[in-house]
């Protein structure tokens, strides 16, 4: 089986690569200035929504009670999809789903592809196998355009060249579109992209798109966009293959009331985002004459079994978490290894590749809880990062190196010394004799082990000469308390 | 058994061994507290809906009735020098402009419509509180591929099918749900490049809403 979540399997551990990232001063002044743009602009829409928490409310359920039943939405997705037209592919796993689309794609007798931005193509590393069965791929979406044109990687779930400025992007584009006469004007930026895929939309005759929403009541499909690539994407070319996770399933058209009015206040602070497409099956005399859909698992359902764990599914890839996290913001989303980036990323990147991969990605965080207060599906992503830290943790503990480490020992003997009020006030003591080594004036300085990593950055007071408790027992003795 | 069947028996084994094995037959239904019908009367609601697209970068041009149509029209494609247009056979015949050169849809290859700089369409109905036209491509509205090549979209909102809340525009599009639909908030547009937004890429770059109604 090969569960695959983009190249995790390759990247260095989050405090390697985050270190990397903290010296790359532009790289931090782009994410700072990026993501404070979207943060004030989701502010302000979402404070004028009066319903905002019911509608999170609803959308946690919502999602939580299809991913209960899903077997059976999938099943009526399906039927429904299938009555339209459409014709429906099961993938266990990455290369399943790659081989589907190349088989899809060589039988229709096509070389190329255009494709609206799918971060699932991504996570299966769809392009790379693209290439491989000697398939060109054309990304339409300006930010995946400026990823694939720069050969980079995508570093936030909604805006993949968050990381780039326009300077940056005005010298990719001149070079791949051969237009030296590029200003950095942004307006000047969009309307090559426009020049450079006009012809791709018109010529290529196959599409390769994700999906926002899948719903199961009607067999539809959702794309949401700003751009018009995607409408291009899903309605010029004679074939249409759309890549969908298993948790992308919503029970009713009904249910897009809600997720349409949280996503895009959420993604990019708009009341609504220029374009959303819906499509069932084929359309006769509009459209695609051939729809394929590609139902993903790649991991998915190992997350289903613990009810905490299931609610990562519950995310619809807003990438409003990524721009509050403190963490996010100052080393882009590069760092995490993964595709999922920022604190939605910490959770599912480790949670897909069971744990093999990304196991430090659920300490990227320091739980200040501004993930889960701007998540529209109210997960609850500090809970789950502990969580998961604690599976870390046992599977550390498996092995002899894991329970001989530093850190397993001293929260062994953590739990030893809080297990009781003489061993506690013992410790206390004990602390107190041994910190004079260290101890100038009032503060500790260059602790050793591991503690020397927070000594290293960060002020740490000595241990008072007396505790709280002592100090209670002196004074209520003096006034006969 | 073909691959394929394993795999999707898999995949649903994977799933009913994941889930606990009791559950309802029946999922409940999720609470909707959210607000359902909007709270505006008809004159603010109409001007919420201009407010919120001029925001978009929109046009909006607003007549009394579908006999002032072909005017609003005309000064439309007249204020940005186009003389061509493209519209759906089912589009009436009344509401034409003259001196124009109309291009009717009549299946036409997507060649022959790349080009045309302006379409005319109507809509299924539209949102006032987040300004986004609703169009299911039946009719006037014209197949898909008509809103997206020509660079200027001039669609035409019947007043009676304006709604406050997406909610009720949705509610309102029950029997056509399984139609393709595309929901328009504005002229294409990109934040891609340090999350401002930009208008004008891919889609039509200018669009026009003529608003008719008593």
Redesign the interface.
């Known amino acids: 089986m090969s569960i695959r979540v983009g190249k995790t399997a390759k990247a260095p551990e989050f405090p390697v690569a985050a270190k990397c990232a903290l010296q790359n001063e532009q790289l931090r002044k782009?994410v700072h200035?990026?993501?404070d743009?979207?943060r004030n602009?989701r502010a302000l829409r979402v404070a004028e929504m009066?319903?905002w928490e019911?509608?999170r409310?609803?959308a946690h359920?919502?999602k939580e009670?299809?991913l209960?039943?899903?077997?059976?939405y999938?099943?009526e997705f399906e039927r429904n999809c299938t009555a339209?037209g459409g014709t429906v592919?099961?993938?266990?796993d990455a290369d399943?789903a790659n081989a589907i689309a190349i088989s899809l794609i060589q039988q229709y007798g096509g070389d190329e592809v255009i494709k609206v931005k799918t971060m699932t193509s991504d996570e299966v590393q769809m392009n790379p196998a693209l290439h491989a069965a000697g398939i060109t791929p054309h990304e339409?979406?300006?930010?995946d355009m400026?990823v694939q044109l720069g050969d980079d990687e995508p570093s936030h779930i909604v805006?993949p060249?968050?990381h780039r400025?326009?300077f940056e992007?005005r010298d990719i584009f001149r070079k791949k579109m051969h237009r030296a006469e590029l200003t950095e004007q942004?307006?000047e930026?969009?309307?090559a992209?426009?020049r450079y895929?006009?012809d791709r939309?018109?010529r290529v005759k196959i599409g390769v798109s994700g999906a926002n929403f899948a719903i199961a009541e009607?067999g539809?499909v959702c794309v949401v966009e700003?751009?018009?690539?995607g409408?291009?994407c899903v309605?010029?070319p004679e074939v249409l293959i759309t890549l969908v996770g298993?948790e992308k399933m919503i029970?009713s058209?009904?249910d897009?009331?809600?997720f349409?009015?949280l996503l895009?206040r959420s993604a990019?602070g708009?009341?609504?985002?220029?374009?959303?497409?819906?499509?069932?099956g084929v359309?006769a005399?509009?459209?695609p004459r051939a729809f394929h859909v590609i139902?993903l698992?790649n991991g998915r359902?190992?997350l289903?079994?613990s009810k905490m764990e299931r609610e990562t599914l519950d995310c619809i890839r807003c990438g409003a978490c990524l721009n509050a996290c403190p963490v996010y913001r100052e080393t882009g989303g590069h760092a995490y290894g993964s595709i999922y980036s920022g604190p939605i990323g910490a959770i599912l990147s480790p949670q897909l590749n069971s744990m093999q991969h990304s196991r430090s990605l659920p300490y990227a965080s320091s739980l200040c809880g501004a993930c889960y207060e701007v998540c529209p599906v109210k997960i609850n992503i500090p809970e789950i990062l502990i969580h998961l830290r604690g599976r870390v943790v046992q599977d550390d503990q498996k092995t002899l190196s894991g329970n001989l480490s530093q850190m397993n020992l001293a929260m062994q003997g953590a739990a030893i010394a809080f297990g009781s009020r003489r061993r506690y006030e013992a410790a206390q003591r004990l602390g107190r004799m041994g910190q004079t080594l260290f101890q100038r004036g009032d503060q500790l300085r260059h602790l050793p082990g591991m503690a020397g990593g927070w000594t290293r950055f960060r002020d740490l007071r000595a241990l008072p000469k007396q505790s709280f408790r002592d100090w209670w027992k002196a004074n209520s003795r003096e006034t006969g308390l | 058994m073909s691959a394929?069947q394993t795999?999707?028996e898999?995949?649903?084994a994977?799933?009913?061994a994941?889930?606990p094995a009791e559950?309802d037959a029946t999922?409940?239904t999720?609470?909707?507290?959210?607000?359902?019908t909007g709270s505006l009367d008809r004159e603010q609601c109409l001007h919420l809906l201009r407010d919120?697209l001029l925001d978009?970068g929109a046009e909006v041009i607003e007549v009394d009735g579908e006999a002032a149509l072909s005017g609003a029209i005309s000064a439309a494609l007249i204020k940005v020098g186009e003389r061509r247009f493209i519209v759906a056979s089912e589009f009436p015949a009344a509401w034409l402009p003259s001196d124009f050169d109309v291009v009717i849809d009549r299946?036409l290859p997507?060649?022959a419509i790349?080009g045309i700089p302006a379409v005319i369409t109507t809509s299924e109905a539209a949102?006032a509180?987040?300004?986004?036209l609703l169009l299911v491509?039946q009719g006037a509205q014209g197949?898909?591929?008509l809103t997206?090549l020509p660079d200027h979209h001039i669609c035409i909102v019947d007043t009676a099918r304006v709604f406050e809340l997406?909610?009720e525009a949705?509610?309102a599009l029950?029997a056509v749900?399984?139609?393709?639909?595309?929901?328009?908030?504005?002229?294409?547009?990109?934040?891609?490049?340090?999350?401002?937004?930009?208008?004008?890429?891919?889609?039509?770059r200018r669009l026009t809403i003529i608003l008719y109604g008593d």
């Open positions: 782009n200035h990026a993501t743009v979207i602009k009066p319903d019911h509608l409310q609803s359920e919502i009670q299809t209960a039943h899903l077997d059976r999938l099943i339209a592919h099961w993938a266990r399943e339409t979406d300006l930010a400026i805006v060249a968050l400025n326009r992007i942004p307006e930026l969009a309307a992209a426009r895929l006009r939309f018109l009607t539809s700003s751009e018009g690539n409408r291009m309605t010029l298993i029970p058209f009904q897009l009331e809600v349409l009015q895009p990019t708009e009341r609504m985002n220029p374009y959303n497409s819906l499509w069932t359309h005399g509009d459209g139902l698992d359902t190992k289903l079994q | 394929a795999a999707r898999e995949i649903l994977r799933i009913r994941a889930l559950r999922p409940p999720a609470p909707r507290s959210y607000q359902r919120r978009y299946n997507i060649a790349e949102v509180s987040s300004g986004t491509h197949r898909r591929v997206l997406l909610p949705l509610a029950d749900k399984s139609k393709p639909l595309t929901t328009i908030a504005g002229p294409s547009a990109t934040s891609d490049i340090e999350m401002t937004r930009i208008l004008g890429v891919h889609g039509p």
